[in-house]
């Protein structure tokens, strides 16, 4: 990488600015201050300083330890769910990323975990008549995978299966929703069937299911997985995805939450709870 | 025509190459996100955002212009430094003790370093100890100026310049010149 040929050279005083800004960022008024000097000089600096500063955070890096597991599936979540809404975008948006409909999510902070009281306060609020589910006729084409309906009822018949019905709260999405769950302690597998529940924008909000496990702390239930209602949709039933062994499942509840779903939720928005047994 | 990167593969779409990115660049995002930030849900928050810089940002990584995990380090760089800008209203982020924690790469023996990294750290073995100190303290601890000339007991013009000098040095020892460095992440 040699130079092409003698290029010009910033001062003292905008290199201290430039250096300033790839290490700890500028003010405001440094910032303006910057913008006065010779664009063209700074920007290709402030590249070339920035290309140093990471190689060096690089190296510095040595090997580093993984992320948490938590974290890291929560985030994969939130890029896989990016990632198919770029596939299935038309042709004409060029396959890129829309920076602009993708909003960051939040994994709440711990300190914001509030007690499993919580949850129950919403559950006080149920609409308690829960009359019946709208069962949709199984149907199953010759030789297709079986659907998550048939997987559910064909685990619902196994010995020690759980079926749990979850109660919606006074949240607005959960207006006149249906939810029930099936959960097999052995297989530690499951699903949550939802009817009524209001469509989402996976770009904007997805469900997120959560258990409850007796041998754990309860204000940290653990993830179940995320999921959509699509529109027009009569029922919806999704596999339960326990990131963590459950050993005593005591209750589930569902969330709205940010798209990748939460790794700790701040609970804002509990669409449905049910204790087990 | 050469295979797509890991990059170039998420961009596009590619539920694989997502995990890939995480295997791949997981590790180093949490370790920047960890340094620079001050609680762990702090990080947590910071290492999500990069994520999505990193997949906004994917299409724009150009293999001939340097590596893809300082690509990527870019990128974490400037959110984190965003992030402290925001919050440099805050207490001091790190306790002391982990200032000792830093494991240079070994040029030599660290087989998958990036190659600019490795140049990186073949030009801060040639730095001056305190020029070395300081870039230490403010690109892998996130010290301010300020909380490194208070940390070190030396005039804030001092370390400036350690920094300017130390800086310009390893730019100059890893042969960055403003024509290669024309391709890397836009702002």
């Known amino acids: ?277 | 025509m050469s295979p797509l990167t890991v990059l170039q593969r998420m961009a596009s779409g590619d539920p694989a190459a997502v995990r890939e990115c995480m295997d791949r660049y997981g590790g180093l995002v949490w370790s920047l996100a960890r340094r620079l930030t001050r609680t762990a849900s702090d990080a947590e928050d910071a290492a999500q955002e990069i994520f999505l810089d990193i997949w906004r940002s994917a299409a724009r990584f150009d293999a001939s212009r340097g590596s893809d995990k300082v690509f990527v380090a870019t990128i974490a760089r400037r959110r984190l430094i965003d992030r402290m800008r925001k919050k440099s209203g805050e207490p001091p982020m790190e306790p002391p003790e982990a200032l000792e924690s830093i494991a240079w790469s070994d040029p030599a023996n660290t087989p998958d370093i990036a190659i600019d990294a490795a140049q990186a750290a073949r030009a801060l073995e040639e730095l001056r100890p305190e020029q070395r100190q300081v870039l230490e303290l403010g690109l892998l601890h996130g010290f301010s100026q300020s909380e490194i000339a208070s940390r070190l007991s030396m005039p804030l013009g001092t370390v400036k310049s350690l920094m300017r000098r130390g800086l310009l040095r390893v730019r100059e020892l890893m042969n960055i010149t403003v024509e290669s460095a024309a391709g890397r992440p836009d702002g």
Request: proline fraction near 8%; include cysteine; hydrophobic fraction near 45%.
């Open chain 1, 1 to 277: 990488m040699a130079e092409t040929g003698p290029q010009k050279q910033p001062d003292e005083a905008m290199l201290d600015l430039l250096i300033k800004q790839v290490t700890e960022g500028l003010s405001p008024e440094e910032q303006r201050e910057l913008d006065v000097l010779d664009n063209e000089i700074a920007s290709a600096y402030s590249r070339d300083l920035e290309h140093a500063a990471a190689a060096i955070a690089v190296a510095g890096s040595g090997d580093p330890a993984p992320m948490p597991a938590a974290l890291r599936s929560a985030i994969e979540a939130q890029l896989q769910s990016a990632a198919a809404a770029t596939a299935a975008a038309p042709s004409g948006a060029g396959g890129r990323a829309p920076s602009s409909t993708v909003r960051t999510i939040g994994v709440a902070p711990r300190a914001r975990s509030r007690s499993t009281a919580g949850w129950w306060a919403a559950a006080a609020c149920l609409v308690l008549a829960v009359l019946g589910w709208l069962r949709s006729p199984l149907v199953q084409r010759p030789g297709a995978a079986p659907t998550p309906a048939q997987q559910r009822a064909a685990l619902l018949a196994s010995p020690g299966a759980l079926e749990i019905q979850l109660e919606a709260t006074a949240e607005p999405a959960a207006a006149g929703a249906k939810v029930d769950v099936v959960w097999d302690p052995r297989s530690q597998r499951g699903f949550a069937r939802f009817v009524g529940l209001k469509p989402n924008d996976p770009l904007q909000h997805q469900y997120q299911l959560w258990i409850f496990d007796g041998d754990r702390d309860q204000r940290y239930p653990v993830d179940g997985g995320v999921f959509n209602v699509p529109a027009n949709a009569d029922q919806v039933v999704v596999p339960i995805r326990a990131q963590l062994p459950v050993h005593a499942a005591k209750a589930f509840a569902v969330t709205i939450e940010q798209p990748g779903g939460v790794v700790v939720s701040g609970r804002e928005h509990v669409v449905a709870i049910g204790k087990a047994g």
